[in-house]
Nanobody, 129 residues
Framework: VQLVESGGGLVQAGGSLRLSCAAS????????MGWFRQAPGKEREVVAV???????YYADSVLGRFTISRDSVKNMQYLQMNSLKPADTAVYYC????????????????????????WGQGTKVTVSS
């Protein structure tokens, strides 16, 4: 299994970046995909999640600014990041976990890093003020 991120870089505050994650070795359509980030000295935190059915979750800190999406034909997931802030500076990681159902029916939205099985190597995003 390989998850390979790309698209990170240096951007000024208020700018935009689009991260991509190429997945191989998994049946992509059956996996929930997530973006996490880790800033220096901080714990890894969830940024956004997209389930196998396309349901999405966003951390409060990025809601309204970031958009997660997936293309099950290309086995890709994306994170469009707009209105970037210096606080968004971090290494961003792509992650995947086999989609499971929630106890109440429907799909489960995995929000904790510990729930994910596969990880990419990360791509660094630096937002300058």
């Amino acid at each position: 299994v390989q998850l390979v991120e790309s698209g990170g870089g240096l951007v000024q505050a208020g700018g935009s970046l689009r991260l991509s994650c190429a997945a191989s070795g998994i049946t992509f359509s059956r996996y929930a995909m997530g973006w996490f980030r880790q800033a220096p000295g901080k714990e890894r935190e969830v940024v956004a999640v997209i389930t196998s059915t396309g349901s999405t979750y966003y951390a409060d800190s990025v809601l309204g600014r970031f958009t997660i999406s997936r293309d099950s034909v290309k086995n890709m997931q994306y994170l469009q990041m707009n209105s970037l802030k210096p606080a968004d500076t971090a290494v961003y990681y792509c992650a995947a976990v086999f989609q499971r159902e929630s106890y109440g029916g429907g799909v489960y939205v995995p929000k904790r890093a510990s729930e994910y099985t596969y990880w990419g190597q990360g791509t660094k995003v630096t937002v300058s003020s």
